[in-house]
């Protein structure tokens, strides 16, 4: 997972990005760099990019590690609507700890987000939130 690299979309002025697609790839760093001129040059033209996360992988084993079943039903979950860690993991039949865990590699790589909310006479709980509505598995060998 060293060689992952990711480009994250601006976000909205609230904050939640609805048609935002998310892609996770495998591509060599000469096609990352391409992509990045690429980019550069048509925000130098003015042209509007679109909303887009895009993590790209050099090894497709990586990219397999990182998405495994467990973390692409943990997506499928969220992606519908925000939910606390603990109701994720019992809607998953998995363990709190696990789903924390992986919550926490994904938000890392820019495809999920967390925040923490009052939990009336329970203290604080994390929410998990999707970063995009539709999220894309791309892999070449």
Do not use: C, W
Not at 7 to 28: D, F, I, N, W
Not at 47 to 68: G, H, N, W, Y
Not at 79 to 85: D, G, S, Y
Request: glycine share 4%; proline share 4%; hydrophobic share 40%.
């Amino acid at each position: 997972m060293k060689n992952a690299s990711k480009t994250a979309a601006p976000k909205s002025t609230t904050g939640v990005r609805t048609s935002v697609k998310a892609r996770m790839t495998t591509h060599s760093a000469e096609s990352f760099f391409s992509r990045s001129r690429d980019r550069a040059r048509r925000l130098d033209r003015g042209e509007k990019l679109p909303a887009q996360i895009t993590v790209a992988f050099e090894d497709p084993a990586d990219l397999l590690r990182v998405l495994s079943a467990e973390r692409v039903r943990l997506l499928r979950g969220v992606r519908r609507e925000p939910l606390a860690v603990s109701k994720l993991a019992n809607d998953l039949g998995r363990d709190r700890k696990a789903v924390m865990r992986d919550v926490s590699l994904l938000e890392s790589l820019g495809l999920l987000k967390t925040r923490e909310e009052p939990n009336p006479g329970h203290g604080r709980r994390r929410i998990v939130e999707a970063l995009a509505a539709q999220y894309q598995l791309v892999a070449m060998i």
